[in-house]
């Protein structure tokens, strides 16, 4: 009789839980920070965010992140079938990012620039330029009061890493701070003074090798800025330490004895020979790609720059 007086609230508690799986819905504890999806267009391009805000009082310094080529995390209402116009996809990155930054008392925007545009991984010809979402967000929330606007960060990895890095094409103070983690530098900036901290994270194994990343972080540091590069030992691209996987993906990853500059309407590579944007993608693309399966220092990455930002008050 036992089982019997039990077994209906067992088949309830299964099927309320086969519900919320498939619905995509997360269920909180009170001390989980906020979590809200909006919706944004600039120009004929639509973006999604996912708000991630500390509960209390008070405004809360905000972190801007930008996933990488190949979101494979989710937030929000996320189906197996049906409408997802409420999920948000990002990466390992940026939910380790959430994870940490919202312990240490900000709010985290996450940024979803595939969904809307119904791109994929496989899809590099269609990536959107997505500093311009960043840039309008940040625009977008001046006047929001959750969030302490002298205090806005930006951060990303790999193509998000490369997104936060085209932040110095432009030297108006969008942000407090950026950290490009990951980025891939073979074309990159001139080095020029900013109004803003820098921070790059950076594996030493990474098929993305680090000395064009330094050699503008130390560029900028001639320049009185505080920029700063972390590589993290033993290391690839995704901060895993195993052994790394070859594949053939196409990776703007080569010339990386003779990377280029852009400065202005002016592409260069760093010989001075002059170059332009069509040579300088082909010149500096290749089809190598190296990853494994465990993100081993990832935390250790984020760490470095949630304690970076932390400082940049």
């Known amino acids: 009789m036992l089982f019997l007086s039990f077994q209906p609230r067992f088949l309830i508690a299964v099927v309320v839980f086969c519900f919320l799986a498939l619905a995509g819905a997360r269920v909180q504890a009170s001390s989980d920070p906020v979590l ?3 919706h944004y267009q600039v120009s004929a391009e639509s973006y999604r965010v996912a708000f991630f805000v500390p509960s209390g009082e008070g405004s809360f310094p905000l972190i801007i992140a930008q996933h990488g080529s190949s979101p494979t995390e989710r937030y929000g209402q996320c189906p197996l079938f049906g409408s997802r116009k409420n999920c948000v996809t990002t990466d390992v990155f940026t939910k380790e990012l959430v994870r940490q930054a919202t312990l240490e008392g900000f709010a985290v925007a996450v940024i979803d620039a595939f969904s809307e545009l119904g791109v994929s ?3 590099k010809t269609r990536f959107p330029n997505a500093t311009r979402y960043a840039v309008h967000l940040r625009d977008t929330i001046r006047s929001d009061s959750r969030f302490d606007q002298s205090r806005i960060y930006y951060t990303g990895f790999s193509y998000g890493g490369h997104s936060v ?6 030297r108006v103070a969008h942000f407090k701070a950026i950290a490009p983690v990951e980025a891939g530098c073979q ?3 001139a080095g020029r003074r900013v109004p803003y901290g820098v921070l790059f994270v950076l594996g030493d194994r990474s ?3 680090p000395k064009p990343c330094m050699y503008l972080q130390q560029a900028l540091h001639a320049q009185g800025v505080d920029a700063r590069a972390v590589v993290i030992a033993g290391a690839n691209h995704n901060f895993g330490v195993g052994a790394s996987k070859t594949g053939p993906s196409r990776s703007l990853n080569g010339c990386t004895d003779n990377h280029v500059i852009i400065d202005g309407p002016n592409w260069r590579h760093v010989d001075g020979k002059p170059t332009n944007r ?3 993608v082909e010149a500096c693309t290749t089809l190598i790609g190296y990853g494994s399966d465990d993100i081993e220092k990832m935390p250790e990455a984020v760490r470095h ?4 930002f932390t400082e940049q008050k």
């Open 36 to 38: 809200s999806i909006k």
């Open 121 to 123: 991984s496989a899809d």
């Open 165 to 170: 890095m085209n932040v110095l094409h432009d």
């Open 187 to 189: 074309i990159q900036p």
């Open 207 to 209: 098929h993305y090798p």
């Open 278 to 280: 069509k040579d300088a």
């Open 305 to 308: 720059v949630v304690q970076f």
